[in-house]
């Protein structure tokens, strides 16, 4: 099972834990074959229930499952309660697994240099854009310059196509950010967006220089990865990470 998982690949301290799901392994059957995590999506419930059964034996206890909204919210995980609405999620005592599911949109996973807390947010366009890794890092209350952060599979640069209304969004917070917009030579008046990048760049701004992944293209890559905008029905993988 744990074959196929991607386990971040960052200097993370030793007692920071951090897995992700991709769409194999599990009990589903199509569109949401086989590893679908998502309880919103369609699937049948029994089933989903079986699937995050299957990550027990890797996780010290049952994560924090949110309800996603493409909004800012930072949920702390040890007073989260019963699927709390948020897109983001901190943790500073042991054992506590912060998850958040996407199937296109970018996870960021964050913890401390120390060890002291993590966190994970839902960086789909309207969180980035609306500062979710920014509300993330100020609720770890850590300095930006004693994180770390690994960015978990996203749409690529070359599949996500937005509007000017998009790229408009987050020139207007930053300039630099047209860095990450290139004219989609299929479709006048689309960009192609680089989700990295913006997220990259936020994270620049809060003193956040660590970063890692970024290598991923959910919509590219049908064979390991869910991806929303190019199946529309389709199941949802988790970026889980805790302290011990």
């Known amino acids: 099972m744990k074959n196929n998982f991607i386990v971040p690949e960052w200097p993370a301290p030793a007692n920071v834990h951090a897995l992700q799901t991709t769409r194999l ?40 499952w949110l309800e996603q909204v493409h909004g800012t919210h930072v949920v702390l995980a040890e007073t989260a309660g019963c699927l709390p609405k948020g897109d983001a999620c901190v943790a500073r005592a042991d054992n506590a697994v912060c998850a958040i599911m996407t199937a296109d949109c970018l996870p960021v996973l964050l913890c401390a240099e120390d060890g002291s807390v993590v966190g994970a947010a839902h960086a789909g366009w309207r969180g980035l854009a609306d500062g979710v890794i920014e509300q993330t890092v100020d609720a770890m209350q850590v300095g930006g310059n004693r994180l770390l952060a690994w960015l978990g599979p996203a749409i690529g640069p070359d599949s996500f196509e937005v509007g000017e209304d998009v790229r408009a969004a987050f020139i207007e917070h930053n300039p630099a950010a047209g860095q990450a917009f290139k004219p989609d030579p299929t479709t006048p008046g689309k960009f192609l967006a680089d989700l990295y990048v ?18 991923y293209c959910t919509y590219s890559d049908s064979q390991r990865f869910y991806s929303y905008r190019r199946d529309g029905r389709t199941g949802r993988m988790a970026s889980l990470i805790w302290k011990a």
């Open 25 to 64: 392994g599990g009990l589903s059957r199509p569109p949401y074959d086989s590893l679908n995590l998502g309880s919103h999506v369609g699937d049948e419930p029994l089933i989903v229930e079986r699937n995050r059964n299957l990550l027990n034996p890797y996780m010290p206890s049952e994560p924090v």
């Open 198 to 215: 913006l997220a990259r760049q936020r994270l620049d701004a809060v003193g956040v220089a660590r970063i890692y992944g970024g290598e």
